[in-house]
Structures are given as C-alpha cells and as structure tokens.
C-alpha cells in the first residue's frame, strides 16, 4: 500500500473515533496533527485535545491509537 493509500486508510479510521461530547469525528474537530508515515509502517502523529483539561482525553488517546493499529500496514 502506498503512502497516499495508507494515509486515507488512517484518516478513515479516525473518523470513526467520535467525541461523546460534540459528537464529532477528532478529524473534523482536528484534534490530530502531524501525520507521517514511514516505508516501514511507523505512524507518528500529535493527538491535542480541544481542552488541556478535557476530561475524556485519555479515553479518546487509547481509541486512537487502536484504531490505526488495526489499519492493514501500520506496524508500530
């Protein structure tokens, strides 16, 4: 799979993790920044929640990082 292809695939993927609150995809609210992508598989990516105190931040951190683990080519 291609990079381009790899990266629609996680953005796919993330717009399924919807804040409870706003009820809103974290692509839309644009909650992740920075997303490369290695040869390998390596994802890298900034996950910065709408409030430095946003109470689900850590539930929605786990969400993220499962679902592009489970995007065919994410390695790590």
Do not use: W
Not at 3 to 23: G, M, Y
Not at 25 to 47: H, P, Q, W
């Amino acid at each position: 799979m291609s990079d381009k292809n790899l990266e629609e695939a996680i953005i796919l993927r993330l717009r399924s993790v919807i804040d409870p609150e706003t009820h809103a995809d974290v692509v839309r609210m644009r909650l992740i920044e920075n997303l490369e992508i290695s040869a390998d598989g390596l994802i890298k990516y900034t996950f910065r929640p709408s409030s430095p105190v946003c109470p689900i931040a850590v539930s929605l951190a786990q969400q993220i990082k499962q679902v592009v683990s489970e995007v065919s080519g994410v390695n790590s």
